[in-house]
């Protein structure tokens, strides 16, 4: 049996740093989809806000957090946020890590939604390659952690409603000889005292995305068939700004602190519209400047809206945003200039549902990072939040998981007899139909109408995937890419049932039949398998187990 302390599924900011504080409890495994550094942690630019300046205080990072949240932010984790956020960041500055300096002193970006210069970053516009490399760096000192990469979590292994480890599918050469000789398959079963699932968002689901491929809430739909609660998944980030690469899917982001720096957001006209529809104008919480930017868009009937710098220092631009502005380059734009850009699907605001230490409603499952619902994005994130909500929950799951203990005893699974890769063509077609569909059915503008059509779509291709038990060697066997195909579908029926039955528009979810937010639905919403869609009370208990 390959048992560990701990296992850590995905290898974005909250996984390596739950991995890094768990070594300094016991043995953990970390297993990610893909390479280590392939995550949206290590694609992040803007930078990680938290109090550090002394104009600054937690009480004004609360207030903006909960204005951008919508009504829908549970107080006590944003409290734990803004003020244990300042003690991780003085703790990794004094473990090594560097952010950017101005005269001495921590240089301070300004993002959308923040009213104070907050935002830490690092090698000017990638601070998401230094934190994570960091972090990287710390987890290779140690030697109890052992990194699994190609190594896909399939399930978990639950009896009583408590885990004891998971189910994988592995490429990785390192746990050969954990298959079994009777399936061509790479089944692998892997023991733990607790499990953390930090395998981030769903984003990648849409059409238009700016994250990873691997960034398909596969964590969210295997806790949901574990029996975890889900909340608030209806709420989805679109970025303003991915920068339009001529009808290209992958939309390379110009991240918030460009427009934080100054640059303006222009219609066809060549005037600015945000300035009449916003006090902050360019730098509206996101979802505001998202939907302007649509309507903009529509109005002129471009694809893109214009995103110009060129009133602005082309030195300091260069300076300060040294690796978008080289990938402008590559795609032919100058930074210094004007830019095309439109929204893209970007950050799953809702999750699993998670107290303040982390747990799940399954015992020694805890949920880090993006895939968690601990109720501090509310109904929209406040801009470079979330790489702090990575440090701040893996640090306190970390800490509680001590309190869980060990298993006393651990009960045997079974192999489930994955099979090969023989239906990848057909999983590679159904993701391209089910992105075409959420970004027609539950994009950044959605109707009763258009998300009853795209549930329909959906079940459509579920009664099409039929998934057959196969026989090899007298022994049931499933297809790996049909299970990856089933959680694609879960993954689409977790965003769009909520979002229908959600009839207002409230931050990350905007309704063109119901465009006002409604007090009625100031609520979460909450999916659990078996169960009919409810709803819980903000600031009352949902957290609170
Ligand atoms: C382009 C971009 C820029 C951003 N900029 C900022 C910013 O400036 N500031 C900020 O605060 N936030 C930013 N964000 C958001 C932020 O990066 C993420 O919310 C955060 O990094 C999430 O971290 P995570 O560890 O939860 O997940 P991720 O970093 O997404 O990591 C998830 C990991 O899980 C793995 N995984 C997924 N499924 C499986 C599976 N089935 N089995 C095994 N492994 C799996 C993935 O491969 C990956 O390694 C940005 C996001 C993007 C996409």
Redesign the pocket.
């Known amino acids: 049996m390959r048992k560990f302390d701990y296992i850590i599924?995905?290898?974005?900011?909250?996984?390596l740093y739950a991995a890094y504080k768990a070594s300094l409890k016991g043995s953990v495994a970390i297993?990610?989809?893909?390479f280590v550094r392939?995550?949206?942690?290590?694609?992040?630019?803007?930078?990680?806000?938290a109090v550090t300046s002394h104009d600054d205080n937690p009480q004004i990072h609360k207030s903006d957090t909960l204005i951008a949240g919508r009504g829908l932010c549970e107080e006590s984790a944003v409290d734990i946020l803004v003020n244990e956020g300042p003690d991780r960041i003085e703790e990794i500055i004094a473990d090594g890590m560097k952010f950017d300096t101005e005269n001495g002193a921590l240089a301070l970006g300004l993002e959308g939604g923040h009213h104070k210069r907050r935002i830490l970053h690092a090698g000017g516009d990638s601070?998401?390659k230094w934190i994570t490399e960091f972090v990287i760096s710390k987890v290779s000192e140690k030697e109890n952690i052992t990194l699994y990469e190609n190594?896909?979590?399939l399930d978990l292994l639950i009896a009583d409603n408590t885990c004891y480890g998971i189910r994988?599918w592995s490429e990785n050469p390192a746990l050969e000889e954990d298959k079994d000789e009777r399936q061509d398959g790479n089944e692998v079963l892997i023991y733990a005292d607790h499990v953390f699932l930090?395998?981030?968002?769903t984003?990648a689901i849409y059409a238009r995305t700016?994250?990873?491929q691997?960034?398909?809430g596969?964590?969210l739909a295997i806790a949901y068939k574990a029996g975890c609660r889900i909340i608030d998944t209806e709420f989805i980030q679109f970025h303003p700004s991915g920068l339009y690469l001529n009808d290209s899917p992958k939309a390379f982001?110009i991240?918030e602190a460009v427009r934080g720096e100054g640059a303006h957001l222009m219609g066809k006209n060549g005037k600015r519209f945000m300035v009449p529809i916003h006090e902050l104008a360019e730098l509206a919480p996101r979802d505001i400047v998202a939907r302007s930017i649509y309507k903009q868009m529509q109005k002129d009937g471009m694809p893109y809206v214009t995103l110009s710098l060129k009133h602005l220092n082309k030195e300091e631009i260069l300076n300060r945003f040294p690796g978008i502005s080289a990938k402008c380059k590559e795609f032919g734009y100058d930074l210094t200039e004007s830019i095309p850009v439109a929204p893209a699907a970007?950050?799953t605001v809702g999750g699993v549902a998670s107290n303040l230490n982390g747990k799940t409603d399954i015992n020694h499952l805890y949920v880090?990072?993006?895939?968690a619902a601990t109720g501090i994005m509310g109904a929209n994130r406040l801009?470079?939040?979330?790489?702090?909500e990575?440090l701040v929950f893996a640090h306190r799951a970390v800490e509680d998981s001590v309190k869980s203990g060990a298993h006393t005893q651990i009960p045997e699974f079974e192999k489930e007899y994955y099979m090969d890769r023989s239906n990848k063509d057909f999983y590679v077609e159904l993701k391209e139909k089910v992105s075409a569909i959420m970004n027609a059915h539950a994009g950044i503008v959605r109707s009763e109408e258009g998300l009853k059509e795209g549930l329909k779509k959906i079940e459509e291709l579920a009664t099409a995937l039929v998934m057959q038990r196969k026989v090899a060697g007298n022994v049931p066997v499933k297809e790996f890419y049909e299970d990856a195909s089933w959680r694609l579908l879960i993954v689409a029926s977790l965003i769009m049932n909520p979002a229908l039955l959600r009839k207002e528009s409230r931050g990350g979810h905007y309704r063109e039949d119901y465009p006002c937010t409604d007090e009625s639905f100031e609520v979460h919403s909450v999916q659990q398998i078996g169960k009919e869609i409810t709803t819980a009370p903000v600031n009352d208990n949902y957290l609170n187990f």
Not at 9 to 15: D, F, I, K, N
Not at 39 to 49: D, H, V
Not at 198 to 201: D, E, L, R
Request: glycine letters at 18%.
């Open positions: 599924v995905g290898s974005g900011l909250a996984g297993i990610t989809k893909s392939e995550s949206n942690s290590f694609n992040a630019q803007g930078g990680i806000a601070t998401g190594t896909t979590l994988c930090t395998s981030g968002g984003s700016t994250n990873p691997t960034t398909i596969d964590g982001l991240s970007h950050y880090c990072g993006e895939i801009a470079s939040n979330s790489l702090i990575c």
